[in-house]
């Protein structure tokens, strides 16, 4: 997979769930509602509950969502040890996902770097960063020393950091940053120049909008898109209210979440 194929709109999937189990079937379902509007789908990051649901579950929602589709698969991984990240980039690896996203793991962005050099050695799939509001790259010169590590193809930014997106779209337009760089907030998505799609939750529920906004990036859409972060909640526990929006247009089962200690169906 090429820095040049992550573009267009992305889905961080909700990880659909029924009496406790993982629902493949719902999940397969979310898969047909969204891919005529989508580039691929990122399942098992922050939308996903990815921090919070076991291996064995993370396996079988990526499992999954491999299986339910011919686009773009890039898994999250959501982990504190660069072990367990390793391992489940493997499992990825194996079962033909394209990528990997994985997040900022420091406040420090030295030691980011170091960390993302490390994987990059040990990891054989292409890995897109995501940049956190909580933990991100903070400078241009990290994020110039981020794209001088081969395997690192995009970057997903969550910061917030408008002047640092903005420097970053403007890179890119100008053929000096050869990371793909997509959006990943939803009251953000007129962006610059020079952006190469969005990774947003709203997604989920909204992807012709989604798809409509990369395409027209107007100011009548960032309207209507700033009224749906807040019908939506996407400012709070947005996962479950968009589970509750897809119950209730009956392409998920349930609204319930991912907990820890959940068992694969």
């Known amino acids: ?11 961080p999937l909700v990880t659909p769930c029924f009496r ?3 629902d493949r ?24 509950e990815g921090s919070v649901i076991s291996d064995d579950v993370w396996r079988e929602v990526v499992a999954a969502t491999r299986n339910a589709t011919q686009k773009t698969v890039i898994a999250g991984i959501k982990r504190r040890r660069m072990d367990e990240v390793i391992t489940l980039a493997q499992y990825a690896r194996r079962i033909g996902c394209d990528a990997v996203m994985i997040p900022v793991p420091y406040a420090d962005e030295a030691k980011t770097l170091r ?12 890995i897109a960063v995501y940049n956190t509001e909580q933990n991100r790259i903070r400078t241009m010169r990290g994020i110039a020393q981020l794209q001088d590590i081969d395997k690192i193809i995009g970057i997903k930014d969550s910061s917030m950091n408008e002047r640092l997106f903005r420097s970053m779209c ?13 959006q990943g907030m939803e009251h953000q998505m007129r962006v610059p120049r020079g952006c190469d799609g969005h990774i947003v939750a709203l997604a ?19 309207k209507r898109i700033g009224a749906l972060f807040w019908s939506y909640n996407l400012g709070g526990n947005w996962y479950v209210s968009l589970k509750a929006v ?4 009956g392409i998920i089962r349930s609204a319930e979440e991912a907990i820890v200690g959940i068992r694969p169906s």
């Open 20 to 22: 406790g189990g993982v």
């Open 204 to 222: 989920n529920v909204e992807p012709a909008l989604c798809k409509e906004m990369l395409e027209r990036n107007s100011a009548e859409l960032e």
């Open 246 to 249: 897809l119950r209730e247009r």
């Open 1 to 11: 997979m090429q820095n040049a194929m992550l573009r267009g709109v992305y889905v």
């Open 115 to 126: 960390y993302f050099a490390t994987l990059a050695q040990r990891i054989k799939l292409p």
């Open 170 to 182: 403007a890179m890119r337009l100008n053929g000096k940053l050869r990371l793909a760089v997509l």
């Open 25 to 48: 079937v719902s999940l397969r379902r979310l898969i047909r509602y969204t891919q005529a509007s989508v580039s691929g789908y990122v399942p098992c990051l922050s939308s996903g």
